[in-house]
């Protein structure tokens, strides 16, 4: 019979979603969701406290904070004290009658100013690649997050499609135990012959293993969306009954919407900063041909005792220093600087394509999303209407059981189609979020 099938549609649907699920055995009542609910905000909220990707890339962020203030030391004076203490024992010498022995300790204490007073443009140009640099990182952090979010609402949405598909499941179920009841009626009654009765408990089997299914599959979408608030807790919870609202600009034209994302997406702004940083980084390797120069003052007192010091000596002066010839590694620094500048900027017209294809891409899926969930609706209402003049033929004696097993098969893969459109528009939506470079 046809209700033998009843049970593909909604398993075949269900692989199709992201994180498909093995088919498990029947779950107690104990296994499925307790009483708490976790809402789409309250998922993202907790992804962006506690994801472990979004503290190393804030932990990353920090480190390229302190890479700043490394590049920045060299240009501020630096200053060392220094003390020393030496005991000296030198064997007697003979002067005169007398033996005279050299014995005796000496102290010596200084301090020590040097300050770069141009390099030119090396080291400010290291400074200026290192805040650069810390800007990327800054804007990696954010594409981070971007992503991090993006894949909390994905699993969000499919826990809430397969909360749908397990409501689909039960409420199948529940009617084949109806329609179990019914036909044990009939036969008794001898209006139906004994197959009818043999095919309802087949049908209700299929139904039940069905349901089994879909629990497992929930089960494991919620345990999939703790993974991606990266929480560590348990998956005893329902997901709320949401989706996503429209997008602004989900309806507009693929040009309307393409500067707002060149212009917001993280990941542009990051090879930006990038390629700024290795401009800065090539013009401080060309300032290796040029001098260094620099001012320094010390100021020394040396004694027998730390309280009985002769002086103090001063001491101030300016230095230049030229390398003159290094093997070639100034050249070949600024080669591969300018090499590696090139490169960024191919990677970038790259990633400006990419962001074109896959805005058009999300706008496209919305756009289609759209349509299947109009033409889900209007299968729905026929083909509840099928089933229910298929339930009231069946009672009165003028249809058949296979009349009935066709017509509920058509309303449950009409309900499971309604259910893949809706989780399709709220991913669809999800991602242009993403691609649009909105938190």
Same mark, same amino acid.
Request: overall charge negative; glycine content about 8%.
């Given at each position: ?10 398993l ?22 307790g009483?708490?609910?976790? +809402?789409?905000?309250? $998922? ?23 890479g ?7 240009? &501020? ?27 005796g300790?000496t ?17 400010t140009?290291?400074?200026? $690649? ?18 991090v ?13 397969r ?6 499941? +039960? ?5 084949? &135990?109806?329609h ?10 001898g209006?139906?012959?004994?197959y ?5 408990k087949?049908n ?6 069905? &349901?089994?299914?879909a ?24 997901v709320?009954?949401?989706? &996503? ?8 034209p ?10 917001a997406?993280?990941e542009?702004k990051?090879?930006d ?13 060309? $300032?290796?041909y ?10 020394n ?8 010091f002769?002086?103090p000596?001063w001491? $101030? ?20 600087a ?5 490169? /960024? ?12 294809f ?7 899926a ?9 033409a889900?609706?209007?299968? /729905? ?8 003049l ?15 097993s066709?017509?509920?098969?058509? /309303? ?16 669809a939506?999800?991602l ?8």
């Amino acid at each position: 019979m046809m209700l033998a099938l009843l049970g593909s549609l909604i398993l075949a649907l269900a692989t199709a979603l992201p994180t498909a699920a093995a088919a498990q055995s029947m779950t107690s009542d104990s296994d499925t969701a307790g009483g708490e609910t976790i +809402t789409l905000e309250q $998922a993202v909220r907790a992804a962006r406290e506690h994801h472990p990707s979004l503290r190393r890339a804030r932990a990353d962020t920090a480190g390229a904070a302190a890479g700043v203030a490394l590049s920045r030391a060299p240009l &501020l004076p630096q200053v060392n004290a220094d003390a020393s203490w030496q005991y000296q024992d030198r064997p007697g010498v003979q002067l005169g009658s007398s033996f005279v022995r050299s014995q005796g300790q000496t102290f010596s204490a200084g301090v020590s100013v040097n300050q770069l007073i141009t390099d030119f443009g090396r080291s400010t140009n290291r400074l200026r $690649a290192s805040s650069a640099t810390e800007a990327a990182q800054q804007e990696g952090e954010r594409s981070v997050e971007a992503t991090v979010l993006a894949n909390v609402r994905q699993a969000f949405f499919t826990a809430r499609a397969r909360k749908s598909l397990l409501s689909v499941a +039960t409420q199948t179920y529940e009617n084949q &135990l109806g329609h179990l009841e019914q036909v044990s009626a009939f036969v008794e009654l001898g209006e139906r012959p004994p197959y009818d009765l043999a095919q309802a408990k087949t049908n209700v089997g299929t139904a039940r293993a069905q &349901l089994a299914a879909a629990q497992g599959d929930y089960r494991v979408a919620r345990a999939a969306l703790v993974q991606a608030m990266g929480v560590p807790r348990s998956s005893d919870f329902e997901v709320a009954d949401q989706s &996503l609202p429209p997008v602004t600009g989900e309806g507009d034209p693929l040009d309307e919407l393409l500067p707002e994302a060149l212009d917001a997406r993280p990941e542009i702004k990051a090879i930006d900063q990038r390629i700024s940083a290795q401009e800065y980084t090539r013009r401080a390797n060309r $300032a290796g041909y040029l001098p260094t120069v620099g001012a320094s003052g010390s100021i020394n007192g040396v004694g027998p005792a730390f309280h009985d010091f002769d002086g103090p000596a001063w001491l $101030a002066g300016v230095t230049l220093s030229w390398p003159l010839f290094e093997g070639g590694a100034t050249l070949a620094s600024v080669r591969q600087a300018e090499a590696a500048l090139t490169g /960024l900027q191919a990677d970038r017209d790259a990633l400006e394509q990419q962001v074109r294809f896959e805005l058009d891409q999300s706008l496209a899926a919305i756009a289609s999303a759209h349509a299947s969930l109009d033409a889900a609706d209007e299968t /729905l209402v026929s083909a509840r209407e099928q089933q229910r003049l298929a339930e009231g033929r069946y009672e009165t004696g003028l249809g058949s059981l296979l009349e009935l097993s066709d017509a509920e098969l058509a /309303l449950q893969q009409a309900e499971a189609s309604r259910v893949q459109a809706e989780f399709d528009l709220a991913a669809a939506r999800a991602l242009l979020i993403e691609r649009l470079g909105r938190s």
